[in-house]
Each structure stands twice: as C-alpha cells, then as structure tokens.
C-alpha cells in the first residue's frame, strides 16, 4: 500500500478517538479512497490489519455501505438524487440529460473514463431539488439546462488537466 | 397567519452572519453554557423535562425523559450521540444548522453532556455531507481552542471531547441502534430491543443518549429561557418551536420553523408556501418524512382529543390539522421528522408510490424476511405498473404484502416501509384500480417519478 503522509498521519490521528479500535473502521475506509479512489483488495487487507480485524470485517462493510467502492470508476462521480421530492421536480430528466452529455448509462463510466453517473437516495436538500452531487459539491435545482451547463464545466476541466 | 417564530433558525440565511465563533459569540453564543455549568447537572436534566421537548429526529419522544432512562448505576461511562445523519427523505433542516450554524449545535452538545456526566460525544453525520463534516470539525477544534469543549471546560474541571464520524450512505444508519453498530465499525444492522435500548446498553454495551440535532439545539434554548418559558411554546404536550421543511409539489419549498401546533397544513402549504404550482390543484401531501403516510386533500376527520385537561371535538378538513405530534397521529399519520412532502394532481400516485418502494427496497438492511423480502415485493410491483404490465388487482396484492410487514420486524423501518403503500392504496384505492388501464392507453410519463 502506498499512501501519502498526510493519510497516513491522519489515519492516526482517526484510530486514537476511539476507545475499540474497530470503530475507525468507516473513518479509514474514507481516508484510504480519499487517497487511492476505490478500495481495492489490497486496501481492504491493509486497513484490517491496521485495527487488528479479519479482512472479512472490512469486506462486509466495503460491500454494504453504498459509498465505498471496489472499482475505480470515473475520475468524477456525479450523484443524482432520485427520491420522491426531486423525482417531483424532474431528476430522472435531469438524470438522462447527464447521460446523453456523457454518453454513459445510470450506473455506469463515461467511454472517456472521465465520470461515473450513479442515481443516489435523498441528499437531505428537498427544498432546493432536484439536486446531484458532483464529487463533493452539491449543485441545487439542476434541471436539464443546469445538467448541461455543468457538464460542460466539467469537459472543459478535463480537457485543460488532460 | 401566525408568523414565523424562529428560535433555531434565527441566524440561517441571515447576511453577514458566518460560522464561526466569533460571529457566534458576538451573537450571544455560548451563554447558555456558561449558566449550565454553573448549575448541578441534575437540575439542567429536570428543566429540560419540564420544558416537554419532544425529539425532532422522528419519533418524538420525550427528551429529559430519555435521559432519566440512562442506567447510572451501571459505573460505565456514558456517550452521546448525535444523530447527523438526516436521511429520512423530506428533510433537510440539520443541513443547514451544521453548514451555517455549527456552535449552535456544539453548545447544544456540551449542555447536554454535561447535563448526563458525558466523558465523549459522537456526531454520526451522514457520508453524503463532507462539507458539513469539515465545518464541525473546524468549529470544534476552535470551541476546544477556547476552553468550551475538551478538557477543562470553562476552568469548571469537567472535560468531554466531541468527534466528528462520518456515515456512508445507508439510511439505516439513522436508526439509532443501527448508528450504535456502525460507530463500533460494524454494518448497521439495528439491534433488538430489549435488551439493546441504547440508555443501557448502547455504544460499547455502555448507556448512551441518541439525539437529533435539532433536538440538541433546542437544549440549549430551554436552557437560555427556563423550562417552564420553552414550555409555553408552541401548544400542551408539543412544545416549542420546529422547522417544517417543504418539498414537492408547491410555489415556495423551504424550511420554516413555527411554534409547534400553532400553524395548520392548510396555512403552511397555501399562505406560507404560496400554494399550487399555476394551474395546479394540491392532491396529496406526506407530513413527517417519507415513511408517515400519505393524507388525501379533500380527507376530513372527526373526533374527541385532549386539550390541556379537557376533551374537545374535533372536525377537521386536511387544511385544518395543527402541526404538532399529537394531531398528526389523530388523523393516522404523524409529525415524524418534519419533512412535509406536497404532490399535485398531476402527480401519479402509483408512480410515487413507486419511487418511495425503491427506496425502502434499496435500504432495507435485509436482516428481518418480512422487510427485506416485503419491501423488494411492493417495488417490483409498483415496477411492474409502471411499466405497464400491472393489474387492475395490484393494489389489494400491495397491500397485503405490507400487512404483513409492519409489526414483524427489528426496528421500525418495517412500519417505515410498509405506511406508504398502505396509506398510498387506501387512499387511491380507484387510481391504483384504474392505473393499469390509463397506464395502457396513454403511455409512459414524459416526467417519470421512477
Ligand atoms: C429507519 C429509521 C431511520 C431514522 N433516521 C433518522 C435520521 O436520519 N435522523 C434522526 O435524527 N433520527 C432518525 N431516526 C430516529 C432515531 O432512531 C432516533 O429515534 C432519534 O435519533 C432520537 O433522537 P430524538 O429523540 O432527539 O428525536 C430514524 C429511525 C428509523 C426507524
Ligand atoms: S426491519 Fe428492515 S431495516 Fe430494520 S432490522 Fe429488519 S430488515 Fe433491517
Ligand atoms: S429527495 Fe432529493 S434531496 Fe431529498
């Protein structure tokens, strides 16, 4: 496992604030896909035996808590909510307006490898809806003209990185 | 219209005011502290029953009662947790308390260990709020840099630390034995009470207190007023103020708050929230969080409840039931979590009902047959009309799928799933009839709900 210093610093400090050791669990998970942006068999074996715990312990959660991942993925991940009050508004709309710019399917990579587009459950922001989640912003009322502009706010970051 | 009465919100939303410290103590923040540190602690647990707070994260039950329930003989350390983890779908108040008011919430939680002799504080917050998570983490390393968190508070000799821990998507984890295993770093898989209440044997097999965090902040407002002031808030038995947060299908969605019981459904939605969308008529509306059932516009109810020491009667059309715990359960739903959910009529409800079915099917934990095996039913067949195979008979098979949910189960998400169906299909029994029918000639929705 090659994790920066920082991640390994701060996993540290996530171990010591809790009294059983097993607690840190979720806290690391997040650090280390923080890091490496997936949770690859490797990860999962490294942070069982950082707590002293079977791999088993770590799969389990790896494989419940829809947040982690085992494969990479895009380089982005834009999150759709599709519960009751952004359906209301028109997020499965909203939701194939992000597939047609992408050229991707709900669930699945951009051919460019450049997002994944995934449908989530209610991102406790009802009132501004539809909402979706791009990486760790949330963008409010993104209906289809909103999806397009930030689509492209998101080609032309890849094509300036690239 | 009564009007507004902020109390928790007073500062969101307000030009120039930030979150942090500064701003909050030049707000008055962190008084309220001061004067409960310089009380004993059990006379801070007797002003908060007294004051008949009511928790807000969806059950509504008595806060000061929950913490005399705390096993003290035990000699284990006892924990708080916060509850963060605002998942119930309809509600988005916690959000903004923790991005625009964390001290708010950290005076809250300080008043409240130090009320029940807490050593440790736990903020479970949802995965899907990072940014909410740095926020309290900035705001309690500057409450610990000032001597208001951590060791020694206020030169008072009493220390307690507060840790930020973030979910990862399960809306279980709101439950609060569920949270309890997924802080020890296991899945959530809620525990079975007895013996796991959590004021005996919750995080670590230790007495805990979970609290909403709207819960929390009002702790700290009955501690500023008195009790016995908090208690002449809003109506008897439901007390104080609480933020209602609008969804759906309405001119004005947003977070109100209202003292509890003083504003009805008819002014919240129509002078509040200014009503339909043009040209559109209100047809249903979910009062507490997606898992309270559904009410009908044109519903009346009739009957005797208590007012103060009396029985009164009561005769209520849909727009003129109080918002408060107690009436909403009157009228068979209840106040839940606050998220008040608005559909018009050109909303379908099977393909509502619909949308909510995947959402319990998709969170179930699965430990318990009848939810996880009843809420993947009552999607597939909610599915299956939707996509035009359903039959005139569907709503009677729901149904029984659901009746035999509630009441079988570990934790309450088996009631939590199964009220949406039942309430959805009584209440549109001829829409559910009608639907595979309509759903043949006319098509797929251009504005699908699932
Ligand atoms: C399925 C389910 C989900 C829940 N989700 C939440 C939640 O997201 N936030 C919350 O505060 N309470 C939630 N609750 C309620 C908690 O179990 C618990 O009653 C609450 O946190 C207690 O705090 P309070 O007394 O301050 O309301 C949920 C309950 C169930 C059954
Ligand atoms: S009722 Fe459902 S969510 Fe609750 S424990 Fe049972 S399977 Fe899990
Ligand atoms: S339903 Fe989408 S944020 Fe709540």
Same mark, same amino acid.
């Given at each position: 496992?090659n994790?920066?210093p920082?991640?390994?610093?701060?996993i540290?400090v996530?171990?010591?604030?809790?009294?059983?050791?097993?607690?840190?669990?979720?806290?690391?998970?997040?650090?280390?896909?923080?890091?490496?942006?997936?949770?690859?068999?490797?990860a999962?074996e490294?942070?069982?035996?950082?707590?002293?715990l079977?791999?088993?312990?770590?799969?389990?959660?790896?494989?419940?808590?829809p947040?982690?991942?085992q494969?990479?993925?895009?380089?982005?991940?834009i999150?759709?909510?599709?519960?009751?009050?952004?359906?209301?508004?028109?997020?499965?709309?909203?939701?194939?307006?992000?597939?047609?710019?992408?050229n991707?399917?709900?669930?699945g990579?951009?051919?460019?490898?450049?997002?994944?587009?995934?449908?989530v459950?209610?991102?406790?922001?009802?009132?501004?809806?539809p909402?979706?989640?791009?990486?760790?912003?949330?963008?409010?009322?993104?209906?289809?003209?909103?999806?397009?502009?930030?689509?492209?706010?998101?080609?032309?970051?890849?094509r300036?990185?690239s | 219209?009564?009007?507004?009465r902020?109390?928790?919100?007073?500062?969101?939303?307000q030009?120039?005011?930030?979150?942090?410290?500064?701003?909050?103590?030049r707000?008055?923040?962190?008084?309220?502290?001061?004067?409960?540190?310089?009380?004993?602690?059990?006379?801070?647990?007797?002003?908060?029953?007294?004051?008949?707070?009511?928790?807000?994260g969806?059950?509504?039950?008595?806060?000061?009662?929950?913490?005399?329930?705390l096993?003290?003989?035990?000699?284990k350390?006892?924990?708080?947790?916060?509850?963060?983890?605002e998942?119930?779908?309809g509600?988005?108040k916690?959000?903004?308390?923790?991005?625009?008011?964390?001290?708010?919430?950290?005076?809250?939680?300080?008043?409240?260990?130090f009320?029940?002799?807490?050593?440790?504080?736990?903020?479970?917050?949802?995965?899907?709020f990072p940014?909410?998570?740095?926020?309290l983490?900035?705001?309690?390393a500057?409450?610990?840099?000032?001597?208001?968190a951590?060791?020694?508070?206020?030169?008072?000799?009493?220390?307690?630390?507060?840790?930020?821990?973030?979910?990862?998507?399960?809306?279980?984890?709101?439950?609060e034995?569920?949270?309890?295993?997924s802080?020890?770093?296991?899945?959530?898989?809620?525990?079975?009470?007895?013996?796991?209440?959590p004021?005996?044997?919750?995080?670590?097999?230790?007495p805990?207190?979970?609290? $909403?965090?709207?819960?929390?902040?009002?702790?700290?407002?009955?501690v500023?007023?008195?009790?016995?002031?908090?208690?002449?808030?809003g109506?008897?038995?439901?007390?104080g103020?609480r933020?209602f947060?609008?969804?759906?299908?309405?001119?004005?969605?947003?977070?109100?708050?209202?003292?509890?019981?003083?504003i009805?459904?008819?002014?919240?939605?129509y002078?509040?929230?200014?009503?339909?969308?043009?040209?559109?008529k209100?047809?249903?509306?979910?009062?507490?969080?997606?898992?309270?059932k559904?009410?009908?516009?044109?519903e009346?109810?009739?009957?005797?409840?208590?007012?103060?020491?009396?029985?009164?009667?009561?005769?209520?059309?849909?727009?003129?039931?109080?918002?408060?715990?107690?009436?909403?359960?009157?009228?068979?739903?209840?106040?839940?979590?606050g998220?008040?959910?608005?559909?018009?009529?050109? #909303?379908?409800?099977?393909?509502?009902?619909?949308?909510? $079915?995947?959402?319990? #099917?998709?969170e179930?934990?699965?430990?318990?047959?009848?939810?996880?095996?009843g809420?993947?039913?009552?999607?597939?067949?909610?599915?299956?009309?939707?996509?035009?195979?359903?039959?005139?008979e569907?709503?009677?098979?729901?149904?029984?799928?659901?009746?035999?949910?509630a009441?079988?189960?570990?934790?309450?998400?088996?009631? #939590?799933?199964?009220?949406?169906?039942q309430?959805f299909?009584?209440?549109?029994?001829?829409?559910?009839?009608?639907?595979?029918?309509?759903?043949k000639s006319?098509?797929?929705?251009?504005a699908?709900?699932?």
């Amino acid at each position: 496992m090659n994790l920066k210093p920082e991640t390994l610093q701060r996993i540290d400090v996530a171990v010591a604030h809790y009294p059983v050791k097993r607690s840190a669990a979720l806290p690391l998970l997040h650090l280390v896909q923080e890091d490496i942006g997936h949770l690859p068999g490797e990860a999962v074996e490294w942070i069982a035996s950082r707590l002293g715990l079977e791999p088993i312990h770590v799969y389990e959660l790896v494989t419940f808590y829809p947040m982690f991942r085992q494969e990479p993925g895009g380089r982005r991940r834009i999150k759709v909510c599709r519960t009751l009050s952004c359906a209301l508004a028109g997020a499965y709309q909203t939701l194939a307006e992000f597939e047609k710019q992408f050229n991707a399917r709900q669930g699945g990579t951009s051919p460019d490898g450049e997002v994944t587009i995934e449908f989530v459950e209610c991102l406790a922001s009802c009132g501004t809806a539809p909402v979706v989640m791009v990486d760790d912003e949330l963008h409010e009322k993104v209906d289809c003209e909103k999806a397009r502009q930030i689509a492209a706010k998101i080609k032309a970051q890849a094509r300036r990185e690239s | 219209m009564p009007a507004e009465r902020r109390i928790i919100f007073e500062h969101i939303d307000q030009p120039g005011y930030t979150p942090d410290l500064d701003c909050y103590v030049r707000h008055g923040g962190y008084a309220a502290l001061r004067k409960a540190v310089a009380c004993k602690p059990e006379d801070l647990v007797s002003e908060v029953k007294r004051s008949g707070l009511r928790g807000r994260g969806g059950a509504g039950f008595p806060c000061g009662v929950k913490w005399t329930l705390l096993d003290r003989r035990s000699g284990k350390p006892i924990y708080l947790i916060v509850n963060a983890d605002e998942s119930e779908p309809g509600t988005f108040k916690d959000r903004y308390i923790i991005h625009q008011d964390p001290h708010q919430l950290i005076e809250g939680i300080m008043i409240t260990c130090f009320a029940n002799t807490v050593k440790q504080a736990y903020i479970y917050i949802r995965g899907e709020f990072p940014e909410g998570a740095k926020i309290l983490e900035r705001a309690i390393a500057e409450a610990r840099a000032a001597g208001l968190a951590g060791p020694n508070i206020l030169g008072t000799g009493y220390s307690c630390e507060i840790y930020v821990h973030r979910g990862a998507g399960a809306y279980i984890c709101g439950e609060e034995t569920g949270l309890i295993e997924s802080l020890e770093g296991k899945r959530p898989y809620p525990r079975i009470k007895p013996p796991y209440f959590p004021a005996v044997l919750g995080l670590y097999q230790c007495p805990t207190i979970v609290n $909403n965090v709207e819960t929390l902040c009002h702790v700290k407002h009955i501690v500023s007023m008195g009790g016995d002031a908090f208690a002449r808030i809003g109506t008897p038995n439901n007390t104080g103020t609480r933020i209602f947060c609008v969804s759906g299908q309405v001119q004005r969605p947003g977070t109100y708050e209202f003292e509890v019981g003083k504003i009805t459904m008819g002014q919240l939605l129509y002078e509040v929230c200014g009503g339909p969308l043009p040209g559109r008529k209100f047809k249903a509306v979910i009062p507490g969080g997606s898992s309270a059932k559904v009410l009908r516009f044109g519903e009346h109810y009739k009957g005797k409840r208590r007012a103060g020491a009396e029985m009164v009667d009561y005769d209520w059309a849909l727009e003129d039931v109080p918002l408060d715990f107690d009436s909403l359960a009157l009228v068979g739903s209840m106040g839940g979590s606050g998220g008040v959910i608005v559909m018009d009529d050109s #909303a379908s409800m099977v393909e509502a009902l619909g949308n909510l $079915n995947a959402f319990y #099917a998709h969170e179930s934990c699965g430990q318990c047959t009848p939810c996880r095996e009843g809420s993947l039913w009552m999607k597939r067949i909610t599915a299956r009309m939707v996509s035009g195979e359903g039959r005139a008979e569907d709503g009677e098979l729901l149904k029984s799928v659901a009746d035999q949910i509630a009441g079988r189960t570990i934790c309450a998400f088996g009631e #939590a799933c199964a009220w949406p169906t039942q309430s959805f299909v009584q209440k549109f029994a001829a829409e559910f009839r009608g639907y595979p029918e309509a759903r043949k000639s006319a098509g797929p929705s251009a504005a699908p709900l699932v």
